[in-house]
């Protein structure tokens, strides 16, 4: 009867539509006059009539409609003037729709309180509305990447709250608008602003002195690719904030300024221009990453001293310019740097690259100089371009480097090489880690000012993956990069396909989600790639929709106390579900909480030196994994001996199938194993979590385990004396009794973090076992659960009656209470064994002032439970305070309640 119930209400719900309306009565005339001119809309917005109820994209307080999102919706038609109604809209982003077309209506003025207008990546087109400066709330405005034409509007100088304003990409013309004496606006008056994106527009005239200022705190200022003219304003060298300056494919002219007050630059391009004078002095500027002085006509120089003194410099492009004279040596050793253009110079008589050459250095281009002679040493073996040199026409005329044909570097793309060669429909693509066909949401990421000039740099481009699935909340590994080059523009330009986590498609409410954080610049990427714009591809929905929304029904008081009640059930049932699907999703999403750090964004995860390895390098450093590269095994899996491509040898242990820990278990161990650091453990070098692996590559010890080293193979006799002066790190320490006590008793694989030998035995210790992070809201720590091998009884000790043995138990299982305040210090571990030795007639040749076992045994303390007896164990519990427990010696220190980072 319940069910019978059930259906009967949600047919005649949905037959009755709806009586009353949730949205305010405006707001549904401005919405409905939204879906009669727009095709291609949400199918849920025409399965209702109530905005605020069921459709998707639509934000609301209340009644009021406060937010609209609909990026990538393959939306068509025009933004008319009904939209100036939402008196109460906040955020407006109809990002990635090409089809929205036509000019932009003034009534947008009207929406006094937004704060958000991104109209990137549509089919605008017309002058951009002086109504626009009205809106004194906005802080994010994005117009790029449309078709406007005209001037900038001077009224957005009253955009006071700015600080994203990005106008490139279109065809505005005219000159760069600032305040007038007549109390006429400008962008001059735009202190909050940190980013002047406009560049690949038509903009003429002179770059006003007045729109840059001591006040200002821009740090992006990109202007290239107009048709400014003119000097650069001196003013420029007063915003000390800017990281980015992009003046190159104008036509400026005269001397550069002053710009030794830029201490904060990164990237600086000039080229393409008719700059004159000295070449810049840019010695100051000591993070400066990216130079591209190409295509002026500075006066004839010998190359600067910053050339060989900038340490951080990674790429150095000065083509078709004055100089002349032999390059310094010392260039070629800076330690960052990457790419080296100089080619149509004067540089003359010898290049000497014979020794110290960055290993990061990977193609240096000297065409058409005067070089005649060439000292190359061993240590660089990438590319290099002689063409066009007097030594090509003699000693190097055989020479690979004075061959046409030159190899160029390989752009980076992600391997697909697991997925055995797979292929998929002409509109599906193969998700590198699930290697099933889908439908990604694809587009381009174009980083405008990046720190780097090498495409080949897999490590690179592996943050970028990594950050792009963590940024967005994606499933591990659900990134696919492809064709990462520099485009005619200067611009890094990368093909980016994202991969649903279930299923062929993405739902609609994730294509918005994900182009907001796009558009919006939510997403932060990686330290090194800087100022990005996305342009997405139209996204196909299955069967040109979406499935309907499952709560579009919506309950209403018709006077049936009964309908009332099981609407009511029905609500509570759906949010207790909706709960439960949200904690899955987070669940299992374990590395979703890692933010990437760097400057403006938080960049890759702060794994305090341990960094992300893909599946096929460590299938390609371990030869496939192949058998003559083992170097153990165990319980978890098996370690291979991999060598990475710059030399380094490391261990990686490798999870067998089936045996593999959840992914939020895998990520706590990586977090806590990075932040561990000593001289006796052995140092993690990174991770694999890719295609269901889950691999920990640690450095190589080449000297064996520790079984080994305390062996008698190694030469090395240890007394029992000198055994117990061995300072164990914690409760683990017990584990390796069985190797250093005489006779050997127990063995017990537990949780600790590191151990310290004697000084003249000193071995690493691998696999520590830090045990998985417990969110308990009751206990609130990290939990020393057991891992490993269980209490293994040597065969010797079996049929024996040791009058110890029992009190040696009772000592280890003391060693592994839960509350680090319940186990006893290290010294009181020593002064009890002791004891057990004496007691069972063994001497100890104890020379101490005291007796230990004395000592020990006067503690007044009470001793804790025996977790499989009712006998108290005779241990003694000390507080973490008292000034003999032991200290941890490492780098870094666990605190007593982890917090989420």
């Known amino acids: 009867m319940e069910i019978i119930g059930l259906m009967f209400i949600l047919v005649f719900s949905a037959g009755i539509r709806t009586i009353t309306s949730f949205t305010d009565p405006q707001d549904v005339a401005v919405m409905q006059s939204l879906k009669n001119q727009w095709d291609h809309v949400p199918p849920s917005w025409k399965s209702s009539n109530d905005p605020c109820a069921a459709w998707e994209g639509v934000g609301c307080n209340s009644s009021r409609v406060t937010s609209l999102g609909l990026s990538t919706m393959g939306l068509v038609g025009k933004l008319n003037g009904d939209i100036g109604g939402l008196s109460e809209l906040r955020s407006l982003d109809l990002s990635y729709n090409k089809g929205l077309t036509g000019s932009l209506s003034p009534s947008l003025g009207d929406l006094k309180k937004l704060s958000i207008l991104i109209l990137a990546g549509c089919g605008f087109s017309g002058t951009i509305p002086s109504e626009l400066g009205g809106l004194t709330q906005l802080s994010f405005l ?7 034409s005209g001037e900038i509007p001077p009224s957005l100088g009253r955009l006071s709250n700015v600080y994203w304003l990005d106008l490139a990409d279109n065809q505005l013309t005219g000159s760069i608008p600032v305040s007038s004496r007549l109390g006429d606006s400008g962008l001059d008056q735009l202190w909050k602003a940190k980013h002047f994106h406009f560049n690949k527009n038509q903009l003429s005239g002179t770059i006003p002195p007045e729109i840059f200022n001591e006040n200002m705190i821009l740090i992006h200022v990109l202007f290239d690719g107009n048709l400014l003219e003119g000097n650069i304003p001196e003013s420029i060298g007063l915003v000390h904030t800017l990281e980015v300056l992009r003046l190159d494919r104008n036509s400026l002219s005269g001397e550069v300024p002053d710009l030794s007050n830029l201490t904060n630059l990164n990237e600086l391009n000039l080229a393409h221009n008719n700059l004159s004078g000295p070449v810049p002095d840019l010695s100051t500027m000591a993070i400066l990453n990216y130079v591209d002085l190409s295509n002026n006509s500075f006066n004839v120089s010998e ?46 008589s010898s290049l000497n690259m014979s020794d110290n050459i960055s290993q990061k250095l990977v193609l240096v281009d000297l065409q058409n100089n005067q070089i005649s002679t060439i000292t190359l040493g061993p240590g660089y073996k990438n590319q290099l371009i002689l063409i066009g040199n007097p030594a090509c026409a003699s000693t190097l005329a055989n020479s690979k480097y004075c061959q046409v044909q030159q190899p160029t570097m390989q752009s980076y793309s992600t391997s697909l090489a697991n997925c055995g060669g797979r292929t998929c429909p002409a509109d599906q693509k193969l998700s590198p880690q699930s290697c099933e066909c889908a439908y990604p949401y694809e587009g381009t990421m174009y980083f405008r000012g990046p720190s780097f000039g090498d495409v080949s740099n897999a490590d690179r481009f592996h943050s970028l993956e990594l950050s792009l699935w963590t940024g967005l909340e994606l499933t591990p590994g659900s990134v696919a990069l492809e064709n990462a080059i520099f485009n005619n523009d200067g611009y890094l330009q990368v093909q980016v396909a994202l991969f649903p986590s279930d299923g062929k498609y993405f739902n609609r409410t994730d294509i918005q989600r994900i182009g907001f954080d796009l558009s919006n610049q939510t997403y932060k990427p990686p330290m090194g790639f800087g100022p990005y714009l996305f342009i997405a591809a139209p996204y196909a929905f299955p069967g040109g929709g979406s499935k309907i929304s499952t709560g579009i029904i919506v309950g209403i008081a018709v006077g049936c106390v009964f309908l009332f009640v099981v609407l009511v059930a029905l609500g509570i049932y759906a949010i207790k579900q909706k709960k439960r699907a949200e904690r899955a999703i987070e669940l299992s999403k374990p590395f979703a909480s890692w933010v990437p750090s760097g400057k403006d964004s938080g960049g890759a995860p702060q794994l305090k030196g341990a ?41 990686i ?67 029992w004396k000198r055994r117990l002066r061995i300072a164990l790190g914690s409760a683990r320490g017990l584990a390796y009794l069985h190797e250093l006590a005489n006779p050997p008793i127990i063995h017990r694989d537990v949780k600790s973090t590191n151990i310290l030998l004697d000084e003249k035995l000193i071995a690493k210790v691998a696999d520590f076992g830090l045990s998985k992070l417990v969110s308990d809201s009751a206990k609130g720590h990290v939990s020393t659960q057991v891992k490993g091998t269980l209490a293994i009884m040597d065969p010797p000790i079996r049929g024996t009656s040791l009058i110890g043995f029992g009190k040696f138990l009772d000592l280890a299982m003391a060693c592994v209470e839960e509350s680090a305040a319940d186990r006893p210090t290290m010294s009181d571990i020593v002064k009890e ?44 519990k000390k507080d973490v305070s008292d000034s003999d427990a032991f200290d941890y010696s490492g780098g870094y220190t666990v605190p007593a309640k982890v917090e989420p980072k």
């Open 142 to 148: 994005a117009l790029n990447s449309n078709n406007f």
């Open 611 to 651: 960094r992300w390895f893909s599946y096929d390098e460590l299938k390609k450093c371990t030869n496939h994994f192949s058998e003559s590269n083992e170097i153990g095994s165990g319980g978890y899996g098996k370690v291979y001996r991999g060598l990475l491509p710059d030399g380094q040898v490391v261990a």
């Open 303 to 348: 190359p600067p001293k910053w050339f060989s003194s900038l340490q951080d410099l990674t790429t150095l492009i000065m083509e078709y310019s004055t100089l002349e004279g032999s390059l310094p040596s010392h260039l070629f050793g800076l330690p960052n740097l990457e790419i080296v253009r100089l080619r149509n110079n004067n540089l003359g």
């Open 833 to 876: 064994i002791e004891t057990i030795l004496q007691n069972d007639g063994i001497n100890t040749n104890s020379t101490s002032a005291s007796s230990s076992a004395t000592e020990f045994a006067n503690s007044k303390a009470t001793p804790p439970k025996h977790p499989y007896d009712d006998a108290p164990a005779i241990v003694t």
């Open 653 to 719: 242990k490798r999870a067998q199938q089936g045996s593999t820990q959840g992914g939020l278990e895998f990520k706590t161990e990586i977090e806590l194993l990075s932040r561990v650091h000593h001289k006796n453990l052995v140092g993690l070098v990174g991770f694999c979590f890719e295609q269901g692996e889950q691999m920990l590559i640690y450095e190589f010890m080449p000297n064996g385990t520790l079984r080994e080293s305390l062996s008698g193979r190694s030469g090395i006799y240890l007394d």
